[in-house]
């Protein structure tokens, strides 16, 4: 009984393509843009090499906006995967 319940919550799958990338791509640029705008304190901690590319974040402001990228991006991913369009 349980077992038939896991099979059928089991998530349309997908082969990785470009696509896929320029999702993720897209997602990571969109979380930079709510991090940006949002982070109180986003030159608080250590400095990256050349944060001019990153909007001038500090380390963990960059780690904050790509956690939220890939969150956002995993979900955009199964999402479209599920729908049919990747």
Not at 25 to 45: F, L, M, S, V, W
Not at 65 to 71: E, K, M, P, S, T
Request: contains cysteine; positive net charge; proline residues 5%.
């Amino acid at each position: 009984m349980l077992t038939t319940l896991f099979a059928a919550a089991d998530p349309a799958t997908f082969s990785w393509s470009p696509k896929c990338a320029m999702i993720m791509i897209t997602c990571n640029g969109i979380a930079y843009a709510i991090a940006r705008a949002n982070i109180q304190k986003p030159n608080d901690g250590f400095e990256i090499p050349n944060s001019k590319f990153y909007g001038g974040l500090s380390h963990a402001s960059v780690v904050g906006a790509n956690c939220l990228g890939h969150i956002f991006g995993i979900g955009a991913i199964l999402g479209l995967a599920s729908r049919g369009v990747l």
